[in-house]
């Protein structure tokens, strides 16, 4: 794959920046290796796949999907993670590096400029933990979560829920249909955008990102 080059990487927003207004939501979902049980000592969660749909929040309708393969440098793709993602350690070694993934995010889809979306906050904290981890530049900015607004915690206070669904639970409730796989990244980018259609219509999708907490001192899960 050929490198991306991005000529206006000076405009990725810092701490203190304005919150982007812009009428394109990026919806990401992530999938990183993962093992049923411990990580093999040495190995690391690391992300294998950023999926990306993109909606247009005033036309109300999704855009775009897209999907960018990430090559692990300090763990490998697990039978347990094939099982569940579908993804190979044959597939992602034909990936790009993580930090050319963040390049893409920047240079392809406005990320920092766009306002983001995931289902919770495990995308977000995990491409925190490995932007730290890697020294690389943050594509949403800094902090990430200035723009991302967590779609579970909007889907649960709108429909007035005491636990937070898992995103199959979410379209069912909202009666929405589960199109492709779960935990097939860029079909989970793609119904997380159906959920926020379906929140944008009722009135209860926020106009900017909000604020999570509690970053520090959590491990790294999949989702559910």
Same mark, same amino acid.
């Given at each position: 794959?050929?490198?991306?080059? @991005? ?11 304005? $919150?982007?207004?812009?009428? #394109? *939501? ?9 093992? &049923? ?9 690391? $992300?294998?796949?950023?999926? *990306? ?25 697990? %039978?347990?993670?094939?099982? #569940? ?16 993934? @963040?390049?893409? #995010? ?16 495990? %995308? ?6 490995? @932007?730290?981890? %890697? ?14 607004? %967590? ?5 649960? !206070? ?9 995103? &199959? ?8 249909? #589960? ?7 860029? &079909?989970?980018?793609?119904? $997380? ?6 929140? *944008? ?5 926020? !106009? ?17």
């Amino acid at each position: 794959m050929r490198k991306t080059r @991005c000529r206006n990487r000076s405009r990725v927003p810092t701490l203190g920046a304005m $919150i982007p207004q812009s009428p #394109l *939501l990026n919806v990401i979902d992530v999938e990183a290796t993962c093992w &049923d049980g411990q990580p093999p000592p040495g190995s690391v969660h690391e $992300i294998i796949e950023i999926s *990306l749909t993109v909606v247009d929040v005033s036309a109300r309708r999704r855009v775009s999907r897209h999907r960018v393969l990430v090559r692990p440098a300090r763990s490998a793709v697990s %039978d347990f993670c094939t099982r #569940l993602t579908g993804l190979t350690q044959a597939e992602v070694e034909r990936g790009v590096t993580f930090a050319e993934a @963040c390049r893409t #995010l920047v240079c392809a889809y406005e990320a920092g400029e766009r306002p983001w979306t995931s289902w919770g906050e495990y %995308d977000r904290r995990q491409f925190t933990r490995q @932007c730290q981890a %890697d020294g690389v530049a943050c594509p949403f900015g800094y902090p990430a979560q200035r723009t991302h607004t %967590d779609a579970k915690a909007v889907f649960s !206070a709108a429909h007035g829920l005491r636990r937070k669904p898992g995103m &199959d639970q979410a379209l069912r409730i909202a009666g929405l249909p #589960l199109e492709g796989r779960h935990h097939r990244g860029e &079909d989970d980018a793609w119904n $997380i955008a159906a959920l926020v259609l379906d929140l *944008l219509g009722r009135g209860a999708w926020p !106009a900017a990102g909000s604020t999570a907490q509690g970053d520090q001192g959590r491990s790294p899960r999949p989702r559910m």
